[in-house]
């Protein structure tokens, strides 16, 4: 008979078929920013520096969107496990009208501020204009890139994360070879002593942006045509207006996630305005750190995907024991698999480093930050779940609440002191980013067993 709230070993087969194909996305994503990063790296420290200086942008925008996405997540997944399946096909069609909505709003705004971002980002101005080019190609498709966001949220409520995958690995698949055609000029490579004409069209950095929009155009057009056909989620047949109560209900969990991955975002957008003033040796070491370390934060991620969906279908069918017995059996697996992922990080930063850069003042800076954040790897890893878990019960005021602390008490005004007023490095505001991630464990550890998460409670 199992006890409530002990370790179950039935439920691992449920965690991991939700959580491997998200980890599969994430790994081959990860993968092609690896293989971009490089290439674009091989072009010099300057053309790094251009495409990651507006990187946090991008996270900040993305963010606006996968918030909105949790609060259609919370409510699909909960009337799934309650048994209504016409009601969660009407939030998918609620789902479809905000992706147009929010797409061509996010495509006007990030168009017209393409220019100013680099200069607002304290961009080196010798790149300004070369990162403004960028970041105004890769914004183009910004509704697709909002559908591909939004309704791959939708499918995964449903239970479905292997779409998203399947989607996902095309996409990188032709980020990839798009790369590779578009960056770099027509050559000639020799293959097992054989000389292969291999056209190029040499864009550079803009190549790389051109890449990535081609491919967010399939991502989103498939992802969409993904949730029309889908048997549980499909908007097929339901009425395309505003439906006030679905909407009500889904901001009422996403508000506060929009709110707070906002703010956690816009605190990364002015962290690396104060890592970019550092000059570009520290511009191009945080660019490449940050690629490498996000292939060991994938095992979180997928975890966190897997929590969200379960918690949402255990509530709805009001199955307390079923909830508890989810935290307490994800969790410990979490933590062991972040310990892992940061023992490899330790091992492997200079090796993975050394991919991306030539430049030894890059290399040995981009390892020392590295191996610095291996170490709260575990620590990181409860905190994702526990606020995922959150996510899928609708509960995520709190996390807004101590997201928003972690951001812009600790490391914001930390980073700020340290190398606006004491002239430090990039080190140090590392250093201040690694306790953020410590204080996070602390809050969301005390929200956990002081039982505040639990809807029941």
């Known amino acids: ?44 420290t300057r053309a790094t520096a251009a495409v990651g200086a507006t990187g946090t942008v991008n996270w900040m925008i993305g963010s606006v969107v996968s918030a909105i996405g949790i609060g259609f997540l919370a409510f699909i997944a909960r009337e799934i496990g309650a048994g209504h399946p016409e009601r969660a096909r009407q939030a998918s069609a609620q789902a479809c009208m905000m992706t147009l909505a929010l797409g061509a709003l996010l495509t006007a705004v990030t168009q017209l501020a393409a220019a100013k971002v680099p200069e607002w980002m304290r961009v080196d101005p010798d790149i300004r204009e070369l990162a403004a080019r960028y970041f105004r190609i890769i ?4 509704l697709f890139r909002t559908a591909s ?17 399947r989607i996902g690995m095309v996409v990188n698949g ?21 000389s292969v004409p291999v056209p190029g069209a040499g864009l550079g950095v803009e190549g ?13 057009a498939a992802m969409a045509r993904a949730v029309w056909k889908h048997p549980g989620v499909s908007p097929r047949g339901q009425p395309f207006r505003p439906d006030t109560e679905i909407l009500r209900r889904c901001f009422r969990v996403a508000l506060p996630n929009l709110a707070q991955r906002f703010a956690t975002s816009f605190g990364y957008v002015v962290f690396a305005s104060m890592i970019n003033s550092l000059g570009g040796v520290s511009t191009a070491a945080h660019t490449i750190a940050n690629t490498v370390e996000s292939a060991f934060y994938i095992p979180g991620w997928g975890m966190q995907t897997a929590a969200a ?11 307390h024991d079923r909830l508890k017995r989810l935290g307490s059996t994800i969790l410990p697996l979490e933590v062991g ?7 490899l990080l330790f091992l492997l930063a200079e090796p993975l480093v050394r991919i991306f850069s030539r430049d030894e003042s890059v290399v040995r800076l981009g390892t020392t930050v590295l191996r610095m954040v291996a170490v709260s790897e575990p620590f990181y ?26 951001m812009w008490a600790v490391r914001i005004a930390g980073t700020f002191v340290c190398t606006q007023l004491l002239g430090l490095g990039l080190v140090a505001a590392w250093g201040c980013m690694i306790g953020h991630n410590l204080l996070l464990f602390v809050f969301f550890v005390f929200h956990y067993f002081t039982g505040r998460w639990d809807p029941f409670r």
């Open 381 to 406: 890893g409860v905190p994702i779940v526990v606020e995922g878990m959150m996510q899928g019960v609708g509960k995520t005021t709190a996390p807004f609440v101590y997201n928003v602390i972690g």
């Open 174 to 194: 032709m980020n990839m070879a798009l790369n590779f055609l578009l960056i770099y000029p027509s050559r000639t490579v020799v293959v097992l002593g054989l």
């Open 1 to 44: 008979m199992r006890q409530r709230g002990r370790f179950d070993r039935s439920m691992l087969g449920t965690v991991f078929a939700l959580a491997w194909p998200t980890m599969l996305e994430q790994l081959t994503q990860t993968a092609v920013q690896y293989i971009d990063t490089a290439m674009v790296g091989s072009l010099g």
């Open 139 to 142: 914004y183009l498709p910004m």
């Open 309 to 319: 969906t379960l918690s949402g279908n255990a509530y709805g069918a009001r199955d």
């Open 149 to 165: 966001i939004l309704l791959g949220t939708v499918l995964r409520s449903a239970g479905d994360t292997r779409t998203p995958m």
């Open 208 to 220: 790389a942006a051109w890449a990535s929009a081609i491919a967010f155009v399939y991502g989103g």
């Open 337 to 343: 698999l972040m310990i892992l992922s940061g023992g």
